[in-house]
């Protein structure tokens, strides 16, 4: 059974920083995808910034390239998001969500930050920024 637990969520002003963890458990294949998504309310679910398991390659959100780091430390099986420089408008419950076996093929890459594109989901955990 694949379980993925984040942490990390909170409150901070803008121009502060949080991290949030993923916890990844029940995933055996070695050919992961683990992206970081976030929904603010009345808004569509948007891909943040993902990573693969065995080469490190990294996709970002242009939104926050540059203020966010995402980074993987898979003797953990743990998926860590950098969020820096916050602003009010990166405020949504973050979601962690996994897919296994990936091909990583031109056309997964194209989709890497889409939803449809992965499995399994955690439950989320709330980031507000806010003055």
Same mark, same amino acid.
């Given at each position: #059974?694949? #379980?993925?637990?984040?942490?990390?969520?909170? +409150?901070? #002003?803008?121009?502060?920083?949080?991290?949030?963890?993923?916890?990844?458990?029940?995933?055996?294949?070695?050919?992961?995808?683990?992206?970081?998504?976030? *929904?603010?309310?009345?808004?569509?679910?948007?891909?943040?910034?993902?990573?693969?398991?065995?080469?490190?390659?990294?996709?970002? /959100?242009?939104?926050?390239?540059?203020?966010?780091?995402? +980074? *993987?430390?898979?003797?953990?099986?743990?998926?860590?998001?950098?969020?820096?420089?916050?602003?009010? &408008?990166?405020?949504?419950?973050?979601?962690? /969500? /996994?897919? &296994?076996?990936?091909?990583?093929? &031109?056309?997964?890459?194209?989709?890497?930050?889409?939803?449809?594109?992965?499995?399994?989901?955690? *439950?989320?955990? #709330?980031?507000?920024?806010?003055?």
């Amino acid at each position: #059974q694949v #379980q993925l637990v984040e942490s990390g969520g909170g +409150s901070v #002003q803008p121009g502060g920083s949080l991290t949030l963890s993923c916890a990844i458990s029940g995933i055996t294949s070695a050919a992961r995808m683990v992206t970081w998504f976030r *929904q603010a309310p009345g808004k569509e679910r948007e891909g943040v910034a993902g990573i693969f398991s065995i080469n490190d390659m990294t996709h970002y /959100a242009d939104s926050v390239k540059g203020r966010f780091t995402i +980074s *993987q430390d898979n003797s953990k099986n743990t998926v860590t998001l950098q969020m820096n420089a916050l602003k009010p &408008e990166d405020t949504g419950m973050y979601y962690c /969500a /996994a897919r &296994e076996r990936v091909i990583y093929s &031109e056309s997964f890459r194209a989709g890497a930050l889409t939803p449809g594109s992965y499995t399994y989901w955690g *439950q989320g955990t #709330q980031v507000t920024v806010s003055s």
